[in-house]
């Protein structure tokens, strides 16, 4: 059964940092790409940044860029997101998937985590 769990989420003040990290259990890890996506309250769910299966990374939003960094570790079998400089708008549910290639569409996606909240505010 394939299932994707995250953590590592929390409360941080602006200009703070978390290590968010995807673990992944009944598929081989390394074969597929995964993404993080973010949901704001109100908001729609977003792409923030992808690693693919031969670790190119692609970000999604350009607000993270600079600030946010994908990697993956195929012993542990987890992908990360390590966020710094973390402002009030990164405030929302992370959620890590996995699909064949990277894409910005929710729908391609076959398999999410339940999410971790993130909340940046002093």
């Known amino acids: 059964q394939v299932q994707l769990a995250e953590s590592g989420g929390g409360k941080v003040q602006p200009g703070g940092s978390l290590r968010l990290s995807c673990t992944a259990s009944g598929f081989t890890l390394g074969t597929y790409a995964i993404a993080w996506f973010r949901q704001a309250p109100g908001k729609e769910r977003e792409g923030v940044s992808c690693i693919s299966s031969s670790d190119g990374v692609i970000d999604y939003t350009d607000s993270v860029k600079g600030r946010f960094t994908i990697s993956r570790d195929r012993v542990k079998k987890t992908v990360y997101l390590q966020m710094n400089s973390l402002r009030p708008e990164d405030t929302a549910v992370y959620y890590c998937?996995?699909?064949?290639?990277?894409?910005?569409?929710?729908?391609?996606?076959?398999?999410w985590g339940q999410g971790t909240q993130v909340t940046v505010s002093s």
């Open positions: 998937a996995t699909a064949e290639a990277c894409s910005t569409y929710v729908y391609e996606y076959d398999y």
